[in-house]
Nanobody, 125 residues
Framework: QVQLVESGGGLVQAGGSLNLSCAAS????????MGWYRQAPGKQRELVVT???????????NYADSVKGRFTISRDSAKNAVYLQMYILKPEDTAVYYC???????????????WGQGTQVTVSS
């Protein structure tokens, strides 16, 4: 199995910044994509950003329009980790942020989605 552990988050004033980290562990055969999603109260979970972590497209990113220019994702493939730097935070960025990985465990023959437990980000106005 694959486990994802997030860290970071917290409370910040509008215009401030926060950093999130996510590390994958367990019996990992490979990880193709990692990323961040968020879910605000009463809303559906939505994409924040993903990054390809292997292959010819390694490093390719996909940002939600709402965070382009303010959030930056980076990776450390050797550590199976991704990081999210969030700048110029807005109250509408308030949500639980979830890390997701598309990974294959040694016990499996396919890639599947794995999710972290989520970390709260609150931006006050």
């Amino acid at each position: 199995q694959v486990q994802l552990v997030e860290s970071g988050g917290g409370l910040v004033q509008a215009g401030g910044s926060l950093n999130l980290s996510c590390a994958a562990s367990g019996s990992i055969f490979g990880i193709s994509t990692m990323g961040w999603y968020r879910q605000a109260p009463g809303k559906q979970r939505e994409l924040v950003v993903t990054i390809n972590t292997s292959g010819r497209t390694g490093g390719r990113t996909n940002y939600a329009d709402s965070v382009k220019g303010r959030f930056t994702i980076s990776r450390d493939s050797a550590k199976n980790a991704v990081y999210l730097q969030m700048y110029i935070l807005k109250p509408e960025d308030t949500a639980v942020y979830y890390c997701k990985a598309l990974a294959q465990a040694y016990s499996s023959t396919i890639y599947r989605e794995y999710w972290g437990q989520g970390t709260q980000v609150t931006v006050s106005s």
